[in-house]
T-cell receptor, first 116, second 111 residues
């Protein structure tokens, strides 16, 4: 079984500042990792995913994340945030062998608030 | 292209009334289907998932049930709603191990 810990429940930042949203996972098997974004009263939208290959993954809206296997982390970063990035962000993990029927395990989410 | 439809967008129901939320997927075959609930401040809770027609797995004991009468249709139901059933319900699908595509969600308020 896998678990995900998002270390910050809320992250306030000023517009144009850099941001890092932290995610650590626990798993006894190899994993795939995902970040999703949720705007108010909407479903979740995939930001980026790590399946294999380069540990630095680039996603939509200028976000990127780095997979660190030794630290079991998958932190999300953006060098300069906009007001429109205000949303809740979820980190998720799954067993990459398909043994869990492709079920994702989600963290509890981090609310990113970008202030002018 | 693949799309997922979820309705209604909002629903206000009295305690003790029945519930039926529907989710349909287009543009893919034999997807895995999922129902999640999101309560305020509590993240995403997996309620049910299905790997095929008539195959339903329940993740948590509760007042809800799910059915998959067709390959691309997933229904969440309750015979009698409780106040604690209020929340934001999300349907999602996947094929393979590459993440989910989510519907737009249903905001259920039980009064």
């Amino acid at each position: 079984a896998q678990s995900v810990t998002q270390l910050d429940s809320q992250v306030p930042v000023f517009e144009e500042a850099p941001v890092e949203l932290r995610c650590n996972y626990s798993s006894s098997v190899s994993v795939y990792l995902f970040w999703y974004v949720q705007y108010p009263n909407q479903g979740l939208q995939l930001l980026l995913k790590y399946l294999s290959g380069s540990t630095l993954v680039k996603g939509i809206n200028g976000f990127e994340a780095e997979f660190n296997k030794s630290q079991t982390s998958f932190h999300l970063r953006k060098p300069s945030v906009h007001i429109s990035d205000t949303a809740e962000y979820f980190c998720a993990v799954t067993d990459n062998s398909g043994g869990s029927n492709y079920k994702l395990t989600f963290g509890k989410g981090t609310l990113l608030t970008v202030n002018p | 292209s693949q799309t997922i439809h979820q309705w209604p967008a909002t629903l206000v129901q009295p305690v003790g009334s029945p519930l039926s939320l529907e989710c349909t997927v287009e543009g893919t075959s034999n997807p895995n289907l999922y129902w999640y609930r999101q309560a305020a401040g509590r993240g995403l809770q997996l309620l049910f998932y299905s790997v095929g027609i008539g195959q339903i797995s329940s993740e948590v004991p509760q007042n809800l049930s799910a059915s998959r009468p067709q390959d691309r249709q997933f229904i969440l139901s309750s015979k009698k709603l409780l106040l604690s059933d209020s929340g934001f319900y999300l349907c999602a699908w996947s094929t393979g191990n590459y993440g989910y595509t989510f519907g737009s969600g249903t905001r259920l308020t039980v009064v």
